[in-house]
């Protein structure tokens, strides 16, 4: 019996573990390892925050999807792995032998939250803060400071600024950037529609402000200026688990797992990685989860082709995959290339798209 472990419930691996399920594998056992039973979508994640998703949109119910495919989940964290002997160890103290292993853990906290500091991603912890946020929101003014301008920051900041203000509470946000404008990727219309946005709607904003220390509700800037928190959400996009490197997987210049075009680990063949984790050696395309469920595909063809001892397929990103950004009020912008276009139409297109996608790993 040959043993794959998939470590995360990530979007590649929901596409392998459906793939598992529709086509089953005599003498194969497969794991994984995921600390939550429901999977939360941080592309809808903006979405649910606002308040224009109700919980079960936008999660994924692991528990169920493993069911159809036979697949175990372990309700665990994989804290580190020992490629010698063919290992992953996790927090609740099990280990788990493998002959197959593919990593899918996303993006690691950009922050270690405590107290007033939350980072966006993983997805599950922000919600959990953010129930927590909204009840103080209630009984008082709350200083919410945003550190990240890039599409994740602006759109957390302006869905939790229309869900509180839906509720009836006050509450003052604001963004600190560090680089000299918002959005540095994207097209200049883009750019100054959402500088309108913010402005439009009173979200204070500063550009080339690098943070350097947060203390007594004070957030400190590199300028010497300051501002007044209650609670700070951390938003500077992709940043690598260190536990892969540390296990002596080869990893990029940033930390994310090393992989071919095969999306196999370049040090360890018997290992995969897909998803914000992977860090692909011929191709550099920004992380998304389109990409991420792309990937997915190829993920599941060569888990299988490895067990069966075939040719590996490569995994070939899209040139131009748009980027959908949302507003906090069901408007967004996209913007592929130089190209960008805004409306509530967009929202509707990117809401089609991510309840089409969740709906294919929704099990009835
Ligand atoms: C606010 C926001 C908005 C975004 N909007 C978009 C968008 O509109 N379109 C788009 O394409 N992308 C968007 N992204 C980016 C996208 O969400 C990520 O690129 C995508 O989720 C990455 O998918 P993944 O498969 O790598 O991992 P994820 O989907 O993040 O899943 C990783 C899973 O692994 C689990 N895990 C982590 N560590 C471990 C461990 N050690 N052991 C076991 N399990 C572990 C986590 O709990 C998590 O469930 C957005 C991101 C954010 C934060």
């Given at each position: 019996?040959?043993?794959l472990?998939?470590v995360?419930?990530?979007?590649?691996?929901l596409?392998?573990?459906?793939?598992?399920?529709?086509?089953?594998?005599?003498?194969?056992?497969?794991?994984?390892?995921?600390?939550?039973?429901?999977k939360?979508?941080?592309?809808?994640?903006?979405?649910?925050?606002?308040g224009?998703y109700?919980?079960?949109?936008?999660h994924?119910?692991?528990?169920?999807?493993?069911?159809?495919?036979?697949?175990?989940?372990?309700?665990?964290?994989?804290?580190?792995l020992?490629?010698?002997?063919?290992?992953v160890?996790c927090?609740?103290?099990?280990?788990?032998?493998?002959?197959?292993?593919?990593?899918?853990?996303?993006?690691?906290a950009?922050?270690?939250?405590?107290?007033?500091?939350?980072?966006?991603?993983?997805?599950?912890?922000f919600?959990a803060?953010w129930?927590?946020?909204?009840?103080?929101?209630?009984?008082?003014?709350?200083h919410?400071v945003?550190?990240g301008?890039?599409a994740?920051?602006?759109?957390?900041?302006?869905?939790?600024?229309?869900?509180?203000?839906?509720a009836?509470?006050?509450?003052?946000?604001s963004?600190?950037a560090?680089?000299?404008?918002i959005?540095?990727?994207?097209p200049?219309?883009?750019?100054?529609?959402?500088?309108?946005?913010?402005?439009?709607?009173?979200?204070?904003?500063?550009?080339?402000?690098?943070?350097?220390?947060?203390?007594?509700?004070t957030?400190?800037?590199?300028?010497?200026?300051?501002?007044v928190?209650d609670?700070?959400?951390?938003?500077?996009?992709?940043?690598?688990?260190e536990?892969?490197?540390h296990?002596?997987?080869?990893?990029?210049?940033?930390?994310?797992?090393?992989?071919?075009?095969?999306?196999?680990?370049?040090s360890?063949?018997?290992?995969?990685?897909?998803?914000d984790?992977?860090?692909?050696?011929?191709?550099?395309?920004?992380?998304?989860?389109?990409?991420?469920?792309?990937?997915?595909?190829?993920?599941a063809?060569?888990?299988m082709?490895?067990?069966?001892?075939?040719?590996?397929?490569?995994?070939a990103p899209?040139?131009?995959?748009?980027?959908?950004?949302?507003?906090?009020?069901?408007?967004?912008?996209?913007?592929?290339?130089?190209?960008?276009?805004h409306?509530?139409?967009v929202?509707?297109?990117?809401?089609?798209?991510?309840?089409?996608r969740m709906?294919?790993?929704?099990?009835?």
């Open positions: 019996m040959k043993r472990v998939l995360g419930g990530g979007h590649s691996h596409e392998v573990i459906r793939r598992i399920g529709q086509h089953p594998s005599v003498g194969l056992h497969v794991t994984l390892v995921a600390p939550q039973r429901f939360a979508c941080s592309d809808m994640l903006p979405g649910l925050i606002a224009h109700q919980h079960a949109d936008c994924i119910d692991l528990e169920a999807l493993c069911g159809t495919a036979c697949v175990d989940r372990m309700a665990d964290t994989v804290v580190g020992d490629a010698q002997q063919r290992m160890h927090a609740s103290g099990a280990s788990i032998a493998y002959d197959l292993a593919s990593l899918d853990i996303g993006s690691a950009t922050y270690a939250p405590q107290g007033m500091e939350v980072a966006v991603e993983p997805g599950e912890a919600l803060y129930d927590a946020l909204r009840q103080r929101a209630q009984s008082r003014v709350l919410i945003t550190v301008g890039g994740s920051g602006i759109e957390m900041t302006l869905s939790m600024q229309h869900c509180l203000n839906q009836g509470c006050r509450a003052h946000l963004i600190a560090s680089n000299r404008t959005l540095p990727e994207h200049a219309h883009v750019r100054r529609y959402f500088e309108r946005v913010l402005r439009e709607r009173g979200v204070g904003l500063l550009t080339g402000a690098r943070v350097t220390r947060i203390e007594d509700q957030v400190w800037l590199d300028s010497g200026a300051h501002l928190a609670h700070v959400v951390w938003a500077l996009g992709p940043r690598a688990a536990w892969p490197a296990a002596g997987l080869a990893a990029d210049e940033h930390g994310f797992v090393l992989v071919d075009r095969t999306l196999r680990s370049t360890h063949p018997e290992i995969f990685a897909a998803g984790i992977a860090g692909m050696r011929d191709h550099s395309r920004p992380k998304s989860g389109v990409h991420a469920l792309r990937q997915g595909q190829v993920l063809e060569n888990l082709r490895t067990l069966g001892g075939q040719r590996l397929v490569r995994y899209q040139r131009l995959a748009p980027a959908l950004i949302t507003s906090g009020d069901r408007h967004a912008a996209a913007s592929w290339g130089g190209l960008s276009v409306g509530a139409w929202w509707r297109w990117k809401d089609r798209r991510d309840r089409e709906a294919r790993y929704r099990v009835a």
